[in-house]
């Protein structure tokens, strides 16, 4: 990010190395500012909820677009006028504009996270810190949102810093491959532009054809990739190639229609993609050449601060306005302050309407004014720190270095508070209880230490690893449990929530010597239902070819004793749909002719369970949910309930999980139920074995144990 600028042309000096080129001239181009506004504005409103603004994301796609237009517009300058420009002066510049902003809100991210979150996501958010402190946050969430065991964790307050890795990394490439066109061209004593502009079209059109190849495999990487984003500060840096020429071809009153139709359809294009895209819209792929044309359709078509002959019906005169080209010089800072203001806001208050979040968005621009004020702007116009490169350098590095320090005392105080949350509940695991209201058989405490302790929560899966097959594959592999040659095995089949019973399902066995196959996948609902699926952000047809599959492997196979199915019943909302799915399914297994039992759903809590548990131990009824918000429908267990069907029983512990009562607790008996906000710790299913086993013995599904 830099000054506001525009590109003229002008005839270079008739020098060997500069014989053909043109000189690009730097001028303050205010439209640019009040751009930068539209950008925040919508980004605003879309991180608040506000209606209409369902597509306000693309604002990041307008900054991207714009800071490769200035950036490579300011290269262009040096090149032209020097045949050559200082990397270490470009860092240097980009050090004290983007870096002591940034450090600041990081550092001060870090101190509210210790005033307002739990231990253990102020052991996440550290982890964040340090991602987002050296550039690399865009990755780190990539991880994240592709995995789908970590699909309910908490929006981290520093993950709008992607995007700031992403232009970072782009111009830690960006920089030195024009500073070697630039010196290749001096030495053959060549004009350097042709060879930007092959760069520039050949980087802008690969990462192009990478991010619609990526949006269809993979959303979340498309989104967040560098490599992936790269065209958009490309096709900034074309606009700015191309400035001189449309300069000149609009220049004058004969333009003034075309300037005119070029920016406001421009504007139009970002406006429409801000109302009408969505979460569902393919993204980046395709649409984001909506909102990157536009972008550069404006600042081609904007004016400079000197021409008089731009006419007011240009959309420049109106962004070029000094309510619009305030907002603009606070857009850095407010984008950096408003959503660690909203999320812990949230994290504190819990979710808040539109309404609410506007407000607080809006109130974030008073620590951005301050930071511009009292941070950005003295040591980025800073004559001292500008007259060598090694201080802005150095400005940069502090600003780097004291958020890597707040994210190191914030997580490594946590940390220690977690290690000895785990030392205090160590110990054997309780017996569960067979039957009654109680979970264990000798009733536990109800405040204390938990197990597992939140930080092995997270990480207490069933030990099936492989098995639980993830949202690319198409086909499980071979997975038995057990004793080992037995001809008798249960299958235990469905998504994730079939996948959380395994210790259960698997100690029933195991006391008959039997052993159990496990056909489970992630995301993926057991009744014949075609989704989308977030980690693929786009139709998961893997899941339709795997169920298929799974359904064709129990068919070929053996008679099983017992099939135990269970999905999550919440991946549609339309309940004939869904019916027909489940028919589809049910008649499958019933014709196998082995007896299947239907596990109705766990609860759910719509948040991260272990980290409110974390901060919670002296009263885990703070972590408890209501009960109409844990235990939506389950409309196939209240069929079976009702009605029953021929070879389906419905096995219902839910009383287990979810006493009588207004709410349903995380916690029952020291036993910390859930591992996020909807599956179960494997320790909790150990506890639950003897009465799953009671309850299929209590049903006819079962013989009794050694027979």
């Known amino acids: 990010m830099t000054a506001p600028v525009t590109l003229t042309a002008t005839p270079a000096p008739a020098t060997p190395s500069r014989a053909a080129a043109l000189r690009y001239r730097l001028?303050?181009?205010?439209?640019i500012e009040?751009?930068?506004?539209?950008?925040?504005?919508?980004?605003?409103g879309f991180h608040a909820g506000v209606p209409h603004f369902s597509g306000g994301y693309v604002g990041v796609d307008v900054f991207f677009?714009?800071?490769?237009?200035?950036?490579?517009?300011?290269?262009?300058?040096?090149?032209?006028?020097n045949g050559t420009f200082s990397l270490a002066d470009f860092y240097a510049r980009r050090a004290r504009r983007i870096l002591p902003a940034a450090g600041v809100t990081l550092a001060a991210t870090a101190a509210a996270c210790y005033l307002l979150l739990a231990p253990l996501a102020r052991v996440d958010v550290a982890y964040d810190l340090i991602a987002a402190a050296v550039s690399a946050a865009n990755w780190r969430f990539v991880a994240g949102q592709t995995d789908y065991l970590?699909?309910?964790?908490?929006?981290?307050?520093?993950?709008?810093?992607?995007?700031?890795?992403?232009?970072?990394?782009?111009?830690?490439g960006w920089a030195p491959v024009l500073l070697l066109v630039a010196v290749l061209a001096r030495r053959w004593g060549r004009s350097a532009l042709p060879g930007i502009a092959v760069v520039a079209g050949v980087v802008t059109a690969g990462s192009f054809a990478l991010n619609v190849r990526w949006t269809a495999a993979s959303a979340p990487l498309a989104y967040l990739g560098s490599p992936s984003r790269a065209w958009q500060f490309g096709a900034g840096a074309t606009a700015a190639l191309a400035a001189p020429y449309a300069a000149r071809m609009l220049a004058g009153r004969g333009g003034t229609l075309a300037r005119a139709v070029l920016g406001w359809g421009g504007v139009a294009a970002i406006g429409w993609a801000t109302v009408t895209f969505d979460g569902l819209t393919p993204y980046p792929g395709l649409a984001a050449l909506v909102p990157t044309l536009g972008a550069s359709a404006v600042v081609l078509a904007g004016h400079r601060a000197d021409d008089r002959s731009a006419s007011g019906v240009e959309v420049g005169r109106l962004l070029a306005t000094g309510p619009a080209r305030t907002v603009g010089r606070l857009s850095y800072t407010w984008y950096l302050w408003h959503w660690p203001v909203l999320v812990l806001a949230q994290a504190r208050l819990g979710e808040l309407g539109w309404p609410a979040r506007l407000a607080l968005v809006l109130a974030a621009g008073v620590p951005a004014a301050l930071t511009t004020r009292l941070v950005e702007r003295p040591l980025r116009?800073?004559?001292?720190?500008?007259?060598?490169?090694?201080?802005?350098?150095?400005?940069?590095?502090?600003?780097?270095?004291?958020?890597?320090?707040?994210a190191l005392l914030l997580g490594s105080g946590a940390i220690r508070i977690l290690e000895g949350n785990a030392r205090d509940a160590a110990g054997p695991l309780p017996a569960g209880a067979a039957a009654g209201p109680w979970l264990l058989a000798t009733p536990g405490p109800d405040h204390g230490p938990v197990r597992p302790a939140p930080a092995q929560a997270r990480t207490d899966f069933p030990p099936t690893a492989g098995c639980?097959?993830?949202?690319d594959a198409t086909r499980s592999p071979p997975c038995r449990y057990g004793t080992p040659g037995s001809p008798d095995r249960i299958v235990l089949i469905g998504d994730s929530h079939a996948g959380q019973w395994f210790t259960a399902v698997d100690e029933v066995a195991r006391r008959r010597g039997w052993s159990v196959e496990v056909l489970v996948k992630q995301g993926c609902p057991l009744p014949r239902l075609t989704v989308r699926s977030p980690q693929l952000g786009r139709d998961y047809t893997e899941c339709d070819t795997w169920r298929r599959r799974a359904l064709d492997r129990i068919a070929a196979g053996s008679r099983p004793r017992l099939i135990v199915a269970a999905s999550l019943n919440r991946y549609t909302g339309?309940?004939?749909?869904?019916?027909?799915?489940?028919?589809?399914?049910?008649?499958r297994l019933v014709a196998t002719g082995a007896p299947v039992a239907y596990l109705r759903d766990t609860p759910t809590f719509g948040r991260?369970?272990?980290?409110?548990?974390?901060?919670?131990?002296?009263?885990?009824?703070?972590c408890a949910v209501g009960r109409d918000v844990a235990l939506p429908p389950d409309r196939l267990a209240e069929r079976l309930a009702l009605s029953g069907r021929p070879g389906v029983s419905l096995v219902d512990l839910t009383g287990a999980l979810c006493p009588p009562g207004p709410r349903c607790p995380a916690v029952r008996e020291g036993v910390l139920l859930y591992r996020d906000g909807a599956h179960l710790t494997s320790t909790a299913a150990t506890v639950l074995a003897p009465r799953l086993d009671a309850e299929l013995s209590r049903l006819g599904l079962l013989p009794e144990a050694g027979r």
């Open 27 to 31: 001028n303050f181009r205010p439209d």
């Open 65 to 81: 677009v714009v800071s490769g237009f200035l950036i490579t517009g300011l290269l262009l300058a040096r090149v032209t006028a």
């Open 381 to 406: 116009f800073s004559l001292v720190v500008a007259a060598r490169p090694r201080r802005g350098l150095a400005v940069g590095a502090t600003a780097v270095a004291v958020p890597l320090a707040a």
């Open 468 to 471: 639980e097959v993830p949202p």
């Open 150 to 172: 970590a699909a309910h964790a908490e929006p981290s307050p520093v993950l709008h810093f992607w995007s700031l890795a992403v232009e970072e990394q782009f111009y830690l």
């Open 608 to 622: 991260d369970v272990p980290t409110c548990v974390s901060g919670a131990l002296d009263s885990w009824s703070r």
């Open 34 to 44: 009040g751009l930068r506004a539209v950008a925040i504005l919508t980004v605003l």
């Open 574 to 587: 339309d309940t004939r749909a869904l019916a027909r799915g489940w028919d589809d399914t049910l008649d």
